[in-house]
Nanobody, 117 residues
Framework: QVQLVESGGGSVQSGGSLTLSCAVSVDLLKLNVVGWYRQGPDKLRTLVATITTTGGSTNYADSVKGRFTISANNAKNTVYLQMNLLKPEDTAVYYC??????????WGQGTQITVSS
């Protein structure tokens, strides 16, 4: 069982920045992909960004490209999401997600981001 603990959520004004962290209970190199998803008022959970644990290949939702940056610190088993130029439409609950070697998925508890205009 993989445990994920997110931190860094909160409220910010439009144009501001926040950084989310996700502490993972296992060695990131034992996982395939780590990433962030978000669930907005429509209750749909959508991909924000992912990064492969070997090679560091990244993938971003079009809506966050150029504003958000995902990174992983393998030594600390932690995944980060740096969010800049935040917009009100970025308001959502953000979830950390990891994919294991057998394509099993684990989720964090979620952290709320609220961006006011």
């Amino acid at each position: 069982q993989v445990q994920l603990v997110e931190s860094g959520g909160g409220s910010v004004q439009s144009g501001g920045s926040l950084t989310l962290s996700c502490a993972v209970s296992v060695d990131l190199l034992k996982l395939n992909v780590v990433g962030w998803y978000r669930q907005g008022p429509d209750k749909l959970r959508t991909l924000v960004a992912t990064i492969t644990t070997t090679g560091g290949s990244t993938n971003y939702a079009d809506s966050v490209k150029g504003r958000f940056t995902i990174s992983a610190n393998n030594a600390k088993n932690t995944v980060y999401l740096q969010m800049n130029l935040l917009k009100p439409e970025d308001t959502a609950v953000y979830y950390c997600n990891v994919e294991g070697r057998w394509s099993e998925h684990y989720w964090g508890q979620g952290t709320q981001i609220t961006v006011s205009s």
